[in-house]
């Protein structure tokens, strides 16, 4: 795996363009704009649905309710694309980062849930005259989806107290979480 | 105080990471509509997606918790920056726009949102939304003083 995650660093690291244009003036910070906006897009679209299986809104039917998904989707294309540049801007501090690890298993499984839900849910959910209320499976996947979900959300706003730091002038680099008062109190 | 040196290292991330999910809730839901008024699942009576606005409440509220928490931890950071101003304006006109949606579209029997005065208020909620979130990420690179003492 360290294997892995040097050869990736290295091979970000050549995208110097990338990393000279992400620390233009307002790059980041707009960059991080997208990411959010693309995070709203994506529970606005996803959540949506979501809710619906779990029975909200439940005079629409379930197919109306899917047309939502693609709004979700152009959400999750806005947050790939601004996050693909953060961390080909700065490989280091997203490839060593056990919260980045964590946001992409979230993601990644969240991505799976969803081709469960296709794969066994999807056509009986949205046949015309279906049934009002998902399947207690859909329900299931349902509850997965807005977990994984809030999972990558946590797990990304996380990543800024994970990221290699250094801990003030004296002590070596650490994890910024280390550098918070009372960490030492806590035992690490 | 106790928010930015708690001795539990996660209270600061924890109240961001609720301020992240409650921003996607609250703005979620509103693109949602403002997507559908603007023409996605016209099929839809509009009305019927009134039973999703406690979503967005649910993500206001959260946000203006947490938000206060983190106002309580980083007073002058917040303060001393006119970004922080612009952003809790554009969220005043958001959520006034949100309770004049409601009145207008959704609990309107005979909603019309192909007139174009619902658009435009669409729009301005779109708009709105946007601007607030990019002002709430450049308040994190706009700041001049961290502390009071700096």
Redesign the interface.
Known sequence: MIDFQIWLVALCARATAVRTLMHAPWV??GA??IH??G???????I??FD?RLLG??N??PIA??H??IP?GLLGFGLALASGVLFVMAEPDQYVYNPAFHFKILFMVLAGLNAGVFYLTSYRRAVAAGAAIDATRLSKLIAVASLSLW?GV??S???L??YRPWPCGADNPPGVL?WC????D??GR | MWIR?????FA??TI??AH??G???A??????LV?HVLG??R???TS??R??LP?MWWGFWLNAVSGAALLIAYPTKALTNPVFYVKMSLIAFAIRLVVVMDRRILRSSWPDTARPSVKVLAIASLVS??GA??A???L??TYTRLFASW
């Open positions: 980041w910070g991080e704009t959010f906006i995070l709203s897009l994506l529970f606005g679209g959540f949506l809710l909200v809104g005079r629409i109306e309710v047309r939502f709004l809030l959300v946590v990304g706003r996380l800024t107290f979480a918070l008062p009372g960490y109190e806590q | 040196e708690s001795t539990s290292v600061y991330p961001l990471s992240a999910i921003m996607g809730l703005a979620g839901f509103n693109f949602a997507a996605l699942g099929s839809i009576p019927e997606l039973r999703f979503v939304w946007t979130i990019t709430g990420r450049f994190a690179y």
